[in-house]
């Protein structure tokens, strides 16, 4: 496991559960920032895999949240009321998103409020849930009081909103975090310790991609022929987390013995593109928009856009619209998008492009996540037995 944050150095791996658990954004950040993930709740199929794959040492439960009740969730991960030092998870947003139909009789929304219900029943000593911006919308003021209720117990902070880029991660998605925590465990400190910091790296999209490969042939169509080397020497923070920093526990035992092996990532995958497509993708300047396919072409000094995850099969497969390669006349590829996100190259994502770009979409950037659940691991007040709570 990798070194506790400074001033947790007491502190060992405390309890952590992480609900609508995707790929797993939000766990990586977790067990970075040196928690012990205990148990990931996904019901897609397809997340759910990747994420068994990439913890295979976390106890996983493909089940609806919905029906789960907070003693289940804690007997699951082999927890009494008290053990349980955080519960984390981003419910689904599509019914919250400005893309979207706002719609807020949407039933996804009432997951929102069912993350609270776990979260009164559970106990945790600190809670986080993520949404999009639109969450924050007026019409939603209902549901948010709603669920916010009977939380008097807890030190619960106003919604902020965050901004991936600012914390270090390549990509302008932003996101609304909601905190609460019990005073009693936590050594004082100023709420502003979640602000981003002062003198963060940006990384342009131009460092992000840089050892991967841009010339993609389009005979790497599946995922067996989209394994290729990469160059691992970039510098600084964000090159360490590409290649290193990997928690105890943590990643598939495969894709590891072929990252050390010969520096091979996944994901590099090629679509197919018209003549008269790669024509248009050709002539785009940066930030600019295909007018028939609304791609926008990446800048390589600039950010990426917020990625977009599509609709699941449920409603009616629809693949989200892909940024355009700073200088490739292509969309970029799943490692390219999962790099964006602030993935490592270590990490596994489904081996069908549709798939691996809703999990990337759906995500949040592990450096956010990490840098955030950081802060509560700092101040943190340990306990005789060593336990989390």
């Not at 090159?239 to 928690?247: Q, W």
Request: proline fraction near 7%; charged fraction near 25%; charge should be positive.
């Amino acid at each position: 496991m990798d070194s506790p944050a400074p001033g947790s150095e007491e502190i060992t791996a405390p309890a952590i559960i992480d609900l609508f658990a995707g790929v797993g954004g939000l766990s990586l950040g977790a067990c970075r920032a040196g928690f012990d993930l205990k148990l990931a709740v996904e019901n897609d199929p397809h997340a759910f895999a990747a994420h068994s794959s990439n913890f295979p040492s976390v106890t996983h439960s493909q089940e609806d949240i919905g029906e789960l009740t907070g003693q289940s969730l804690l007997s699951k991960a082999g927890l009494k009321i008290g053990e349980l030092c955080g519960l984390i998870g981003g419910p689904p947003c599509q019914g919250f998103s400005n893309m979207g139909h706002r719609q807020v009789d949407d039933s996804r929304n009432l997951l929102f409020q069912k993350f609270f219900t776990l979260v009164r029943e559970t106990r945790p000593s600190f809670f986080l849930a993520e949404n999009v911006p639109g969450i924050l919308n007026s019409c939603y003021d209902k549901i948010r009081k709603d669920a916010l209720q009977g939380l008097s117990e807890y030190v619960v902070l106003d919604p902020f909103e965050v901004c991936a880029a600012d914390y270090g991660a390549p990509t302008k998605r932003k996101r609304v975090l909601f905190i609460g925590y019990l005073a009693s465990r936590f050594r004082e400190f100023d709420h502003k310790a979640f602000r981003p910091p002062e003198k963060v790296v940006q990384i342009k999209v131009g460092e992000a991609l840089a050892g991967l490969p841009k010339k993609i042939k389009l005979s790497w169509n599946v995922d067996e022929k989209g394994w290729r080397k990469v160059r691992t020497d970039l510098p600084g923070d964000f090159g360490e987390s590409l290649r290193a920093r990997i928690p105890a526990g943590v990643g598939h035992k495969e894709t590891l013995s072929i990252w050390a092996g010969d520096r091979r990532t996944s994901g590099c995958i090629a679509t197919h593109h018209e003549p008269a497509t790669v024509s248009r993708f050709r002539k785009l300047s940066p930030g600019e928009a295909d007018k028939v396919s609304r791609s926008i072409r990446l800048d390589l000094d600039g950010l990426c856009p917020t990625l977009r995850a599509g609709t699941d099969q449920a409603r009616g497969s629809y693949q989200a619209v892909r940024p355009v390669h700073p200088t490739e006349p292509r969309v970029i590829t799943p490692r390219e998008a999962a790099r964006l996100q602030g993935f490592p190259d270590w990490f596994r994502f489904a081996p069908t492009k549709w798939h691996s770009f809703r999990q990337i979409g759906n995500s949040v950037s592990p450096i956010l996540a990490e840098k955030i659940l950081a802060v509560f691991l700092k101040h943190l007040i340990p306990v005789n037995n060593g336990n989390s709570s």
